[in-house]
């Protein structure tokens, strides 16, 4: 009897032991390999950063220098004075601005309508938005040019929408399109309704105006929620290249994503000045993301999937 007692015992001490090496053993492997993958996704940025630095006879250098020689500006200069990169900057700046702020306000108003109003089609009209966001940009853009080439009585068009360009070829034809996207109302949506509807049913009973209900009592609650829309917007629009390339045929209105492509011609890329300006274009969004993250995690912790 005292025999297994002793033998209980000593097993009760080395299973917590084994079972705290395989925690340790476990925890090892885990940062190991988050280690392995953080360094993978790193080096194409870093050899991004090397190379806007690095003389242009050792950016192909064999074998690869991690490190530059000496440091050189020539390449942050050529990005400069190849192409007009400061209004190709501008260009982009005025609209990813132009397109958040439109989503900040058109979204959080539908998002708005669809979680805190009761009417008819509001169940099924929230099914139709969910299923657009099911549908890939690529196949909406043919419908969307067509649309904006004959709108009527724009650019030249008569009422038919003929004889002109409507919005092509100007910063309208970039903005309206996606001026309330589905995302952006799905999301608003989906953190208006963590919000209670109390203050709203008091509102109401004091005579208060529905849209000053909107603006004044919950749109002020949703600064998480609007932070978050504004760095996905802002970023969407500061990368957009395809769509701005097909409406904007103006040199003077150009993006800076359309600029970078001026440092491949002649089946030759300048890589220098290409890093350079790319390192550039990724500062506005490095910055807005600084700016907000504070809001950034909480917007995304708020909002949910509560339907």
């Given at each position: 009897?005292?025999?297994?007692?002793?033998?209980?015992?000593?097993?009760?001490?080395?299973?917590p032991a084994s079972v705290t090496a395989r925690k340790v053993l476990a925890s090892v492997v885990f940062y190991i390999v988050t280690i392995v993958i953080a360094v993978c996704m790193f080096l194409p940025f870093f050899w991004s950063l090397i190379t806007s630095f690095k003389?242009?006879?050792?950016?192909?250098?064999?074998?690869?220098?991690?490190l530059p020689s000496r440091i050189t500006f020539e390449h942050y200069k050529a990005a400069f004075t190849t192409v007009p990169f400061g209004l190709y900057f501008y260009n982009s700046f005025v609209l990813a601005a132009a397109g958040v702020l439109c989503n900040l306000f058109f979204g959080s108003l539908s998002g708005y309508a669809f979680a805190k109003l009761d009417f008819k089609l509001n169940?099924?009209?929230?099914?139709?938005?969910?299923?657009?966001?099911?549908?890939?940009?690529?196949?909406?853009?043919?419908?969307?040019?067509?649309v904006l080439k004959h709108f009527p009585l724009i650019g030249g068009n008569d009422l038919m929408g003929d004889g002109g360009n409507g919005f092509l070829n100007s910063f309208w034809g970039?903005?309206?399109?996606?001026?309330?996207?589905?995302?952006?109302?799905?999301?608003?949506?989906?953190?208006?309704?963590?919000l209670p509807s109390d203050m709203m049913e008091m509102a109401r009973i004091e005579g208060c105006p529905e849209f000053r209900i909107f603006w004044n009592i919950y749109l002020p609650l949703t600064k998480p929620a609007l932070a978050t829309?504004?760095?996905?917007?802002?970023?969407?629009?500061?990368?957009?290249?395809?769509?701005?390339?097909?409406?904007?045929?103006?040199?003077?209105?150009?993006?800076?994503?359309?600029?970078?492509?001026?440092?491949?011609?002649?089946?030759?890329?300048?890589?220098?000045?290409?890093?350079?300006?790319?390192?550039?274009?990724?500062?506005?969004i490095l910055i807005l993301f600084l700016l907000l993250q504070k809001y950034f995690v909480q917007g995304i912790a708020f909002t949910g999937t509560k339907g």
């Open positions: 009897m005292a025999q297994q007692t002793i033998s209980a015992a000593a097993a009760r001490r080395t299973r003389p242009s006879d050792e950016i192909f250098s064999v074998p690869i220098s991690w169940k099924p009209l929230f099914r139709v938005l969910l299923a657009a966001m099911m549908i890939p940009g690529i196949v909406t853009m043919i419908p969307s040019f067509y970039i903005i309206l399109p996606g001026a309330s996207g589905s995302f952006a109302v799905f999301f608003m949506r989906q953190f208006f309704l963590t829309l504004s760095i996905f917007t802002f970023q969407a629009g500061w990368n957009s290249f395809l769509w701005p390339m097909i409406i904007l045929n103006d040199p003077d209105k150009a993006t800076i994503q359309m600029g970078l492509q001026a440092f491949s011609y002649n089946y030759q890329t300048d890589y220098g000045p290409m890093m350079a300006g790319a390192l550039i274009a990724i500062l506005p």
